[in-house]
């Protein structure tokens, strides 16, 4: 048996577990009507633990509905048909209490450190609160199994196991992950990777590396990760996205935090940006298949979406803005606290008073345009989204190579302040591969696997603003979406390839001259700005918090004679 072999859920070799009862346990036994449901797998006993657990295997939304309703206090049918739930006292992620075991082999491999997302614990402290989180667990009436995929890649797919004691964590992953037949799940044997969720219950502060109540622990050797004190979905989301960042570039294969999509004639397109850049707006494109709008693989045969569901923003979400999502919102959709009307229970979309990070998970078959299997050919299109709320970065430009990796490793984005009184400076955010949250290995281990990829199969890399000209956030404007999108239609075609470039100033970019339905004045932002001396200080500003933040990256050697970091550094702003 491999050593990372989930041991308490391990029935197969060892039988202390309880012997299973399907079903909800405070329901008289009846006659066994649901004996088409699969064998639920046995949660073995701990030593503190005082009683059998009732595994619900594998629930439908309908089952998981009923469950909800029943037994979780907060949780409605709107009128729209979604379930909607609260995630209690978190409503985001915590990315500081997550912790990452730092063993043998974890310690050469993962990036550690200053600027890494990775925060170290050892192998005691996460045994510690793995007792604490599986000792909860088997308290409980019942828990929740959900036994799933990830990666639509038919070779490279990871088997997930998640233990939780929510029928909404349970109906959210049912959602996220890829949902697997009756027959996959007859043969669905040992999970390459297991979940216990016990966010209801807090970690003990006083245990070593605790910081507060909440803990989101990993163990790649173990392959297990446990969750304490935190109840909000998406952390089972993207700790099995850190975990893809983790095993897919050990196989070859890289993990990319982005949108992507197709067109009728197989040209794949992927999307990269922070939030407010427009990714999941501009990936969602009723010309083109989309395959997935937010984590995927790029393998030897392609792309393939990591994910079977799709985790929207909802907040001022309308019909007319985003169709897709606002229809893709009914039955068997999670609804995470939003706030609706008491009597008729419609969903007020603009109403953030329990959180502003309001979302839906929801099945990628509910998007229409979806591709299944959520699959496509190599990437054509490589587009990095940056909303530029100085101003001066153009509305599109065709990057080299090297500039790809500079801005890819960079992965910026500018954030409008608060829009309360005071100050409304524009604040430059960078984010490693533009998911610096979620990456495991060195930026510039997935940059540089990006550029081969790119480069074999004749990728090309462009760099698209959706965020002002003619000035910063507060004296310029937002650049038309329909301006954007026929930026977008043009790298699509391949249109973009065909026309004549100049390249600017500082930054070194390729800006074309003309695109088709584009005012042409606007693609070189000087000509917009009315105070050419305030573009060019902002410019410099801009190419300074650039470099400032890509030092944390220079002292990684790439490459043998490190030639390459060289290049990726020549291809940044040069003043």
């Not at 245990?207 to 163990?219: A, E, G, Q």
Request: charged share 20%.
């Amino acid at each position: 048996m491999p050593g990372w072999y989930s041991a308490s859920l391990a029935s197969l070799t060892r039988e202390t577990g309880p012997k299973v009862v399907k079903g909800d346990p405070a329901r008289k036994r009846e006659a066994p009507k649901e004996v088409s449901h699969p064998v639920a797998p046995t949660i073995s006993v701990s030593d503190s633990s005082l009683k059998f657990t009732h595994v619900l295997y594998n629930l439908s939304p309908a089952e998981l509905y009923e469950q909800a309703l029943k037994y979780e206090k907060g949780s409605f049918i709107t009128s729209n048909g979604a379930l909607a739930t609260l995630s209690g006292a978190k409503t985001g992620r915590a990315p500081r209490d997550k912790r990452v075991v730092k063993d043998h082999t974890t310690e050469d491999d993962l990036w550690w450190g200053k600027g890494s997302p990775n925060i170290e614990m050892d192998e005691h402290t996460f045994m510690v609160n793995r007792e604490r989180a599986v000792d909860y667990l088997n308290s409980l009436e019942k828990v929740f199994v959900n036994d799933q995929f990830l990666n639509w890649d038919p070779q490279n797919k990871i088997k997930v196991r998640i233990v939780s004691a929510r029928a909404y964590h349970s109906l959210f992953m049912h959602n996220m992950c890829i949902r697997p037949s009756p027959e996959e799940l007859e043969d669905f044997g040992t999970p390459d990777f297991t979940i216990y969720n016990a966010g209801q219950f807090p970690c003990n502060r006083y245990t070593h590396y605790m910081t507060s109540s909440t803990s989101i622990d990993l163990n790649l050797a173990r392959r297990e990760m446990v969750i304490l004190g935190t109840q909000y979905a998406g952390e089972m989301k993207k700790g099995l996205f850190s975990v893809m960042h983790y095993l897919m570039p050990k196989r070859g294969i890289l993990s990319l935090h982005s949108g992507c999509n197709m067109g009728k004639d197989g040209d794949v397109a992927l999307f990269f940006g922070l939030s407010g850049t427009g990714k999941t707006t501009l990936s969602t494109d009723h010309n083109r298949s989309l395959i997935g709008d937010d984590e995927h693989c790029w393998g030897d045969n392609g792309v393939s979406n990591i994910e079977g569901g799709c985790y929207a923003k909802c907040i001022d979400l309308s019909w007319e803005k985003e169709p897709d999502i606002w229809n893709a919102i009914k039955f068997g959709t999670v609804l995470e606290n939003v706030v609706f009307e008491e009597h008729t229970r419609e969903v007020d979309y603009a109403d953030k008073s329990v959180t502003e990070n309001t979302r839906a998970a929801y099945p990628i078959e509910y998007i229409p345009n979806a591709k299944i299997p959520c699959v496509g050919p190599h990437p054509k299109n490589v587009i990095l989204l940056a909303c530029d709320a100085f101003g001066v970065l153009p509305p599109v430009s065709k990057l080299t190579l090297a500039q790809t990796m500079y801005h890819f490793i960079s992965g910026y984005t500018a954030l409008v302040a608060g829009t309360e009184e005071g100050v409304k400076e524009p604040r430059a955010t960078f984010s490693a591969c533009f998911g610096a949250a979620f990456i495991m290995l060195h930026p510039t281990k997935y940059a540089a696997m990006l550029a081969d990829k790119m480069q074999q199969h004749g990728a090309t890399g462009w760099l698209v603003n959706t965020g002002w000209s003619g000035g910063s956030y507060g004296s310029g404007s937002r650049i038309k979406l329909a301006y954007t999108r026929k930026i977008i239609d043009a790298i699509h075609s391949g249109s973009l390839l065909d026309v004549n470039y100049k390249k600017t100033e500082v930054f070194g970019l390729e800006i074309p001259t003309e695109v088709e339905g584009v005012p042409s004045e606007i693609l070189d932002p000087i000509n917009t700005w009315g105070d050419k001396k305030a573009y060019e200080e902002t410019l410099l500003k801009l190419a300074g918090l650039f470099r400032n933040n890509f030092a944390t990256f220079t002292d990684h050697k790439i490459g043998e004679d490190d030639s390459l970091t060289q290049e990726i550094l020549a291809a940044g702003p040069i003043f």
